[in-house]
Protein backbone atom coordinates (compact mmCIF):
# COMPACT_ATOMS: atom_id res chain seq x y z
CA UNK A 1 0.00 0.00 0.00
CA UNK A 2 1.39 3.63 -1.17
CA UNK A 3 1.56 6.02 1.74
CA UNK A 4 -0.33 9.04 1.21
CA UNK A 5 1.92 12.30 0.95
CA UNK A 6 1.30 14.17 4.02
CA UNK A 7 1.85 17.83 4.48
CA UNK A 8 5.24 17.28 6.55
CA UNK A 9 6.70 15.65 3.10
CA UNK A 10 6.00 18.93 1.22
CA UNK A 11 8.96 20.65 0.53
CA UNK A 12 8.29 23.89 2.44
CA UNK A 13 8.33 26.52 -0.06
CA UNK A 14 5.81 24.33 -1.92
CA UNK A 15 3.21 24.44 1.42
CA UNK A 16 0.22 26.66 1.83
CA UNK A 17 1.13 28.81 5.12
CA UNK A 18 4.80 29.07 4.00
CA UNK A 19 3.96 30.32 -0.08
CA UNK A 20 0.89 32.77 1.81
CA UNK A 21 4.46 34.14 3.40
CA UNK A 22 5.96 34.51 0.78
CA UNK A 23 4.11 35.19 -2.03
CA UNK A 24 0.78 36.87 -0.93
CA UNK A 25 -2.95 34.80 -0.67
CA UNK A 26 -3.77 35.87 -4.37
CA UNK A 27 -0.81 33.22 -5.30
CA UNK A 28 -2.69 30.63 -3.77
CA UNK A 29 -5.38 27.82 -5.32
CA UNK A 30 -8.69 27.87 -3.89
CA UNK A 31 -7.52 24.49 -2.48
CA UNK A 32 -4.68 25.91 -0.71
CA UNK A 33 -6.82 28.35 1.04
CA UNK A 34 -8.83 25.68 1.94
CA UNK A 35 -6.28 23.72 3.08
CA UNK A 36 -5.37 26.80 5.30
CA UNK A 37 -9.07 26.77 6.69
CA UNK A 38 -9.06 22.92 7.47
CA UNK A 39 -5.63 23.39 9.77
CA UNK A 40 -4.89 19.45 9.27
CA UNK A 41 -5.99 16.42 7.47
CA UNK A 42 -6.68 12.94 8.50
CA UNK A 43 -4.34 10.01 9.13
CA UNK A 44 -5.16 9.01 5.59
CA UNK A 45 -4.33 12.01 3.58
CA UNK A 46 -3.05 15.68 3.96
CA UNK A 47 -4.56 18.80 4.54
CA UNK A 48 -4.06 19.76 0.78
CA UNK A 49 -6.27 16.42 -0.48
CA UNK A 50 -9.11 16.82 2.29
CA UNK A 51 -9.21 20.85 0.94
CA UNK A 52 -9.56 18.82 -2.63
CA UNK A 53 -12.09 16.67 -1.70
CA UNK A 54 -14.49 19.38 -0.24
CA UNK A 55 -14.17 21.23 -3.09
CA UNK A 56 -14.78 18.76 -5.56
CA UNK A 57 -17.94 17.55 -3.44
CA UNK A 58 -19.59 20.95 -3.92
CA UNK A 59 -18.84 20.98 -7.60
CA UNK A 60 -17.91 24.77 -7.11
CA UNK A 61 -17.53 27.72 -4.95
CA UNK A 62 -21.17 28.88 -5.89
CA UNK A 63 -22.24 25.72 -4.29
CA UNK A 64 -20.14 25.48 -1.49
CA UNK A 65 -20.88 28.86 0.04
CA UNK A 66 -24.50 27.70 0.16
CA UNK A 67 -23.69 24.66 2.18
CA UNK A 68 -24.93 24.03 5.94
CA UNK A 69 -22.69 23.13 8.86
CA UNK A 70 -24.67 19.55 8.21
CA UNK A 71 -24.02 19.04 4.38
CA UNK A 72 -20.12 19.80 5.63
CA UNK A 73 -20.17 16.76 7.89
CA UNK A 74 -21.04 14.73 5.83
CA UNK A 75 -17.76 14.98 4.37
CA UNK A 76 -15.03 12.30 5.56
CA UNK A 77 -12.91 13.86 7.70
CA UNK A 78 -14.78 17.21 8.39
CA UNK A 79 -15.96 17.36 11.75
CA UNK A 80 -17.53 19.86 14.27
CA UNK A 81 -14.41 22.24 14.42
CA UNK A 82 -13.74 22.23 10.77
CA UNK A 83 -16.88 22.46 9.44
CA UNK A 84 -17.56 25.59 11.91
CA UNK A 85 -14.79 27.17 10.57
CA UNK A 86 -15.53 26.83 6.62
CA UNK A 87 -18.62 28.15 7.79
CA UNK A 88 -17.25 31.44 9.67
CA UNK A 89 -14.96 31.93 6.67
CA UNK A 90 -18.12 31.88 4.35
CA UNK A 91 -19.79 34.34 6.52
CA UNK A 92 -17.15 36.59 6.87
CA UNK A 93 -16.83 36.75 3.08
CA UNK A 94 -20.53 37.19 2.67
CA UNK A 95 -20.76 40.22 5.00
CA UNK A 96 -17.89 41.60 3.23
CA UNK A 97 -19.46 41.48 -0.03
CA UNK A 98 -22.26 42.96 1.69
CA UNK A 99 -20.72 46.39 3.08
CA UNK A 100 -21.71 49.36 0.75
CA UNK A 101 -19.03 50.91 -1.27
CA UNK A 102 -17.48 54.30 0.82
CA UNK A 103 -17.48 57.76 -0.46
CA UNK A 104 -13.79 58.45 -0.85
CA UNK A 105 -12.86 61.18 -0.18
CA UNK A 106 -11.19 63.06 -3.41
CA UNK A 107 -8.33 65.65 -4.47
CA UNK A 108 -8.64 68.14 -6.89
CA UNK A 109 -6.05 70.92 -5.13
CA UNK A 110 -3.60 71.59 -2.92
CA UNK A 111 -6.22 72.58 -0.17
CA UNK A 112 -7.90 69.41 -0.42
CA UNK A 113 -4.83 67.81 0.95
CA UNK A 114 -4.59 70.27 3.54
CA UNK A 115 -7.95 70.06 4.35
CA UNK A 116 -7.75 66.39 4.66
CA UNK A 117 -4.30 66.22 7.00
CA UNK A 118 -3.98 69.89 8.36
CA UNK A 119 -5.95 68.96 11.87
CA UNK A 120 -3.94 65.92 12.38
CA UNK A 121 -0.37 67.37 11.44
CA UNK A 122 -0.08 71.00 12.39
CA UNK A 123 1.27 70.41 15.55
CA UNK A 124 3.34 67.40 15.29
CA UNK A 125 6.44 68.08 16.84
CA UNK A 126 8.68 65.90 14.49
CA UNK A 127 8.56 65.92 11.00
CA UNK A 128 6.42 63.06 9.42
CA UNK A 129 6.28 62.35 6.03
CA UNK A 130 3.65 60.46 4.84
CA UNK A 131 2.37 59.63 1.45
CA UNK A 132 -1.44 59.81 0.05
CA UNK A 133 -2.24 56.96 -2.80
CA UNK A 134 -5.86 57.60 -5.35
CA UNK A 135 -6.81 55.83 -7.80
CA UNK A 136 -8.03 57.57 -11.87
CA UNK A 137 -10.39 59.70 -9.74
CA UNK A 138 -8.08 61.57 -7.91
CA UNK A 139 -10.20 59.37 -4.73
CA UNK A 140 -8.09 58.32 -1.57
CA UNK A 141 -7.19 54.78 -1.71
CA UNK A 142 -4.80 54.74 1.54
CA UNK A 143 -2.58 57.45 3.69
CA UNK A 144 0.64 55.93 4.70
CA UNK A 145 3.06 57.61 6.70
CA UNK A 146 6.46 56.49 5.29
CA UNK A 147 9.21 58.03 8.39
CA UNK A 148 8.87 59.97 11.29
CA UNK A 149 12.06 62.07 11.56
CA UNK A 150 14.26 65.09 9.71
CA UNK A 151 13.63 64.66 6.07
CA UNK A 152 16.59 63.78 4.44
CA UNK A 153 16.87 62.53 0.77
CA UNK A 154 18.47 59.57 1.59
CA UNK A 155 16.23 58.52 4.03
CA UNK A 156 12.95 59.32 2.11
CA UNK A 157 13.71 56.16 -0.55
CA UNK A 158 11.43 56.28 -3.80
CA UNK A 159 11.61 52.99 -3.06
CA UNK A 160 9.04 53.37 -0.04
CA UNK A 161 6.88 55.64 -1.93
CA UNK A 162 6.07 53.22 -4.60
CA UNK A 163 6.22 49.67 -3.10
CA UNK A 164 2.70 50.91 -1.49
CA UNK A 165 1.51 52.42 -4.34
CA UNK A 166 1.79 49.26 -6.36
CA UNK A 167 0.37 47.28 -3.66
CA UNK A 168 -2.74 49.41 -3.75
CA UNK A 169 -2.59 49.75 -7.32
CA UNK A 170 -2.62 53.58 -7.29
CA UNK A 171 -3.05 55.80 -10.10
CA UNK A 172 -0.92 58.66 -8.55
CA UNK A 173 0.34 59.44 -5.37
CA UNK A 174 0.79 62.74 -3.60
CA UNK A 175 3.45 63.12 -0.41
CA UNK A 176 3.40 65.25 2.28
CA UNK A 177 5.19 66.26 5.22
CA UNK A 178 5.14 69.22 8.25
CA UNK A 179 7.15 71.79 9.38
CA UNK A 180 7.52 71.65 13.24
CA UNK A 181 8.35 75.28 13.05
CA UNK A 182 5.60 76.23 11.27
CA UNK A 183 6.90 77.69 8.14
CA UNK A 184 6.03 75.66 5.21
CA UNK A 185 8.88 76.81 3.01
CA UNK A 186 10.66 74.14 1.03
CA UNK A 187 14.23 73.61 1.83
CA UNK A 188 16.79 72.75 -0.31
CA UNK A 189 15.88 68.47 0.64
CA UNK A 190 12.14 68.91 0.41
CA UNK A 191 13.25 70.51 -3.23
CA UNK A 192 15.72 67.53 -4.09
CA UNK A 193 13.22 64.63 -2.72
CA UNK A 194 10.58 66.14 -4.81
CA UNK A 195 12.83 65.93 -8.29
CA UNK A 196 13.59 62.12 -7.06
CA UNK A 197 10.76 61.18 -6.63
CA UNK A 198 8.98 62.48 -9.60
CA UNK A 199 11.69 61.02 -11.64
CA UNK A 200 11.11 57.72 -10.67
CA UNK A 201 7.48 58.10 -10.34
CA UNK A 202 8.01 58.74 -13.85
CA UNK A 203 9.80 55.47 -14.53
CA UNK A 204 7.16 52.95 -13.32
CA UNK A 205 3.70 55.02 -14.74
CA UNK A 206 3.06 56.51 -11.44
CA UNK A 207 2.85 60.22 -11.39
CA UNK A 208 3.62 62.32 -8.45
CA UNK A 209 1.05 64.98 -8.49
CA UNK A 210 2.45 67.02 -5.56
CA UNK A 211 4.16 67.57 -2.27
CA UNK A 212 2.65 69.39 0.20
CA UNK A 213 4.54 70.72 2.99
CA UNK A 214 2.24 71.65 6.16
CA UNK A 215 2.75 74.47 8.72
CA UNK A 216 0.87 75.74 10.68
CA UNK A 217 -2.82 76.90 9.43
CA UNK A 218 -0.69 77.49 5.89
CA UNK A 219 0.80 74.95 3.34
CA UNK A 220 3.27 75.14 0.53
CA UNK A 221 2.62 73.13 -2.68
CA UNK A 222 5.65 72.31 -4.55
CA UNK A 223 3.43 71.80 -7.71
CA UNK A 224 2.45 75.46 -8.00
CA UNK A 225 6.13 76.41 -7.35
CA UNK A 226 7.41 74.64 -10.80
CA UNK A 227 9.58 71.63 -8.77
CA UNK A 228 7.23 69.14 -10.27
Known amino acids: MVKPMMIRDVPKSERP ?7 GAQSLSNQELFALLLGSGTKE ?15 NLRFLKDASIHELKQIRGVGDAKAVQMKAAMEIGRRMNSVPA ?4 AIRSPEDVSKL ?23 VLYKDTIFIGSLNASIVHPREVYKQALRYSAAAVICLHNHPSGNPDPSREDIDVTRRL ?31
Not at 118 to 138: G, S
Not at 216 to 222: A, I, M, N, V
Open 102 to 105: EERY
Open 17 to 23: RERMLQE
Open 45 to 59: ESVVQLAGRVLSHFK
Open 198 to 228: TECGQMIGIELLDHVIIGDKCFTSLKEKGYI
Open 117 to 139: VMDDMRHLMQEHFVAIYLNTKNE
